[in-house]
């Protein structure tokens, strides 16, 4: 027997009443795809049992083929395999019918490994060329969410969910209130439980600015494909939750214009072979040639990613002044109002924020355009220039392209990318966003009918 039909084995005997598993890999946008399968097929998932289009990683978010690059349908649309990962292996609590989890990587046609796009292998790739320099990594996400009404305004917006037990609904703002995160316990608590069983280690919880919004903190693991795991199973765990509870999540970066957006911030740390942290030097308030070298990297390259921290049309709006989401590649010590923060150089504990992600950002490709920067950063002995101690001004820093279509020529003419990216991947993602951008403009908005309709 292979390894994971033994695992299989032992996870079906551990759980007895198990219907059905779903297999999935993470596309381009960072969608689950993959495949429900009866429990008893479980086993014969290490051998290949579960297919599915290698296009399927580059769909659209409208959920269209991406053309013009040979990945579908030119080429005849051919499978790749779901090579499941053992080390996720869960159930899914918050489903009713009783069923389990595996997140996987899907292989090119050839099954030669994984596509030359699937955001998990990308990762891997980097850890792997990290790890080849004798460094390890230490991540660990932040992720924001806001929890919504199912039910719509009349207008057809999202609204705050009602308070439990209550005709009051969520409408201030709600930084840190335990009064709140009371008031949602029971919801929380489940989705902290969830966390745990789906084998994510979550941490702090807290209430964020907007109605409704909360973030959920992972705790450091010394791999990033696992932290990256670890991000992804968390938000299906916390939507799942809220669904099973009558209630909407979105990751969505901007939900509401009024109120805050919702970010992913990542927190790096990087350790040698003995596992000492090469960030740590001793001196509080002073980085060491390391930890500046690696800001450096990861302002430089900040711009040729933006397409990855803000990966649709919605998510530029999340970057407004005074908002705590960055708009230049600036750094600073203890200061959340710059893209990169350095809350500790001292000790086991130094490490580098990274606060330009949103929420609807693809948690594989943030962790690989952060050690692609990082790799970068020590590669050229970059520097980062004085730190700052306040909110940087608009011509402070380096500047970032802050509209959709900005990013998506940044990134299709960045050369450092190909240091960090396969050219095909880097290809395909350029198409996939130019595709989408295409679709959103020839949608005509409420807003413009508001607007033009009797007046021009």
Not at 209 to 231: I, K, R, Y
Not at 355 to 370: F, T
Request: charge should be negative; charged fraction near 20%.
């Amino acid at each position: 027997m292979s390894s994971f039909a033994d695992a299989a084995a032992a996870f079906r005997t551990r759980h007895p009443d198990l219907e059905a598993i779903e297999v999935f890999t993470t596309d381009l946008n960072g969608l689950s795809r993959g495949k429900l399968m009866p429990v008893e097929a479980m086993g014969k998932l290490g051998e290949g049992a579960a297919k599915l289009p290698v296009s399927a990683l580059a769909m659209t978010i409208q959920g269209t083929d991406v053309e013009g690059v040979g990945i579908a349908i030119e080429v005849g649309d051919p499978d790749g395999v779901l090579i499941p990962d053992l080390a996720t292996l869960s159930l899914m609590p918050w489903v009713e019918r009783p069923t389990a989890q595996v997140i996987a990587s899907l292989t090119d046609a050839d099954e030669d490994g994984p596509a030359a796009f699937d955001p998990r292998g990308a990762l891997v790739a980097l850890t792997r060329k990290l790890h080849a320099r004798g460094l390890r990594a230490a991540m660990a996400f932040e992720v924001e969410f806001y929890l919504i009404d199912p039910d719509r305004t009349p207008q057809g917006r999202p609204q705050p969910p009602l308070i439990p037990g209550t005709s009051e609904r969520l409408s201030q703002v709600q930084i840190y209130e335990l009064g709140v995160m009371r008031c949602f316990e029971p919801l929380l608590a489940e989705m902290r439980e969830a966390a745990r069983i789906t084998g994510v280690p979550a941490e702090t919880m807290i209430a964020e600015f907007g109605a409704g919004q909360f973030e959920m903190n992972l705790v450091h693991v010394s791999d990033p494909v696992t932290a990256a795991d670890h991000a992804v199973l968390l938000k299906r765990a916390i939507r799942g939750v809220a669904r099973r509870h009558g209630y909407e999540v979105t990751f969505m970066a901007k939900p509401y214009g009024e109120q805050a957006g919702s970010g992913t911030h990542v927190h790096l740390s990087l350790m040698d072979e003995s596992g000492t942290n090469i960030f740590a030097s001793g001196a509080p308030g002073d980085p060491n040639p390391a930890l500046r070298h690696v800001t450096g990297g990861l302002l430089e390259t900040m711009g040729d990613g933006m397409l990855i921290w803000a990966p649709h049309l919605n998510s530029y709006r999340r970057y407004v002044p005074s908002s705590y989401a960055p708009r230049s590649a600036a750094w600073g010590m203890d200061n959340r109002g710059v893209a990169l923060r350095c809350p500790a150089t001292s000790g086991k504990a130094a490490r580098v924020e990274h606060r330009v992600a949103g929420a609807d950002a693809n948690p594989y490709l943030v962790a690989a355009m952060i050690l692609g920067g990082a790799l970068y950063g020590l590669d050229t002995a970059s520097e980062p220039g004085a730190p700052h101690s306040a909110e940087p001004g608009p011509d402070d820093g380096l500047p970032l392209p802050l509209t959709w279509l900005a990013a998506i020529e940044n990134w299709e003419q960045s050369e450092r990318l190909s240091a960090i990216f396969p050219a095909h991947m880097q290809q395909v993602f350029a198409r996939l966003k130019r595709q989408e951008y295409d679709a959103f403009l020839e949608r005509v908005s409420v807003a413009e009918i508001e607007t033009y309709l009797r007046r021009v």
